[in-house]
């Protein structure tokens, strides 16, 4: 075997490993599902667009045995060769017939890893993020070892995709704003493998969790381009309501007032259709649309909105919710010149932050306050500063 082949076989092992989420593909699931070596072989070389003599160069192959296995004139027996071709296919060693001593465990993990990506979700709703990402650590470092193995069962993948989701999420509560894109970095990682699935729920889903992190971290283009990507895939009314408000949020953080007036309005309409939620009920409507108004310019319209009185909550929502309506009223209030009224509601917030341990909370009455209530904005610093310890330990 010459260098020029030598290096090949190099660069399609590599290949093979980054994109062995192909395999989680419905057309893909199907080839795997004959556990016919033949169909499978011809299905990898096709999705990779290689030759029998590269396969062959993969296998430790040549190209006439290549041939012979893809025709069915040959075919492998030993447990030593078909684990082997599984590796170097980035395949599950069961697909092939070859009984894997971990399989047993993996499963058991996969079975439990969504009992662990739901209880984490519920437990940063209830505002115990930092619970949250201790929980989903150690299960997307497990999937991803076993990823790289070459474990490319849809299940697994899709456990996957939602343990990054939920990671991200959760990160984007606990870390403080210069650290935000890696929240954002996760739920990037999950659309990676969601785009595989073809499933427009799980699209919309991993679109919109991405863009809201997106928002968080401060790239703002991006954030109103996937919320835009999400709101569009959306298959449903559900599905879209759940995007609109943070679409809301990441069109009035950019300034564009057109956007967010429109994107407020839908949401609003869609509240009599749809089931309430954190972000879909009348009250977080109200905060989003202070806090537009005042990012796009209007501080007039914004204080007239306030003293409106809030709706009245139509469903439980987490408690980091509400330390954000505090800041975002409390900093209206500042702007109509209530000092006395700012600093209540901006005192309350640092406290409910410290103790949900919200960094990007805190961070939000820093800037509020700042020149304006310096005892609120001296607290708030101390607690940001006992939070990044805890972070750091």
């Known amino acids: 075997m010459d260098i020029t082949t030598s290096a090949s076989g190099s660069a399609m092992r590599r290949s093979a490993r980054l994109v062995s989420w192909r395999w989680a593909t419905p057309e893909a699931q199907a080839v795997l599902a004959t556990r016919n070596l033949a169909s499978i072989l011809k299905y990898y070389r096709r999705v990779h667009g290689i030759s029998q003599l590269q396969t062959g160069d993969l296998l ?59 209880l984490a979700e519920v437990a940063r709703q209830c505002g115990h993020a930092a619970e949250a990402v201790a929980e989903l650590w150690p299960l997307v470092a497990r999937l991803e070892a076993r990823a790289r193995d070459g474990s490319t069962e849809r299940d697994v993948l899709r456990l996957l995709a939602d343990a990054r989701l939920s990671l991200g999420t959760a990160l984007g509560n606990v870390l403080p704003e210069e650290r935000l894109a890696t929240a954002a970095h996760w739920t990037a990682k999950s659309l990676d493998v969601v785009r595989a699935f073809d499933d427009r729920a799980l699209t919309t889903t991993a679109l919109r969790m991405h863009g809201n992190e997106l928002r968080k971290a401060g790239l703002l283009g991006a954030a109103v381009d996937r919320l835009t990507q999400a709101a569009a895939t959306a298959a449903d009314a559900e599905q879209r309501a759940a995007v609109l408000p943070l679409l809301a949020r990441a069109a009035g953080a950019l300034g564009n007032a057109a ?3 429109h994107t407020v309005r ?34 007039r319209d914004a204080i007239r909105h306030a003293e409106s009185a809030p709706p009245a909550p139509t469903i439980a929502v987490a408690p980091q919710w509400r330390v954000i309506e505090l800041i975002t009223t409390g900093r209206v209030r500042l702007l109509a010149g209530d000092s006395h009224g700012a600093t209540q509601l901006l005192a309350s917030a640092v406290r409910e932050a410290q103790a949900q341990r919200l960094p990007h909370q805190l961070q939000r009455v820093q800037r509020t306050t700042v020149g304006a209530l310096p005892d609120t904005h001296d607290a708030a610093t101390h607690a940001l500063r006992q939070l990044r310890v805890e972070i750091a330990a």
């Open 266 to 299: 839908e949401a609003h309409q869609l509240l009599d259709r749809v089931q309430h939620t954190s972000l879909v009920n009348p009250s977080a409507l109200y905060e989003i649309r202070l806090r537009g108004l005042v990012s796009t310019g209007r501080t």
């Open 60 to 118: 430790g192959y040549d190209k006439t045995y290549v041939s012979a296995l893809e025709l069915g004139k040959r075919q492998l027996s030993d447990v030593g060769s078909l684990r082997h071709v599984a590796e170097q296919l980035a395949l599950p060693a069961h697909v092939l017939g070859v009984t894997d001593p971990a399989d047993t465990d993996h499963r058991a993990m996969v079975q439990f890893g969504a009992s662990t990506v739901r």
């Open 259 to 261: 956007l967010f007036d």
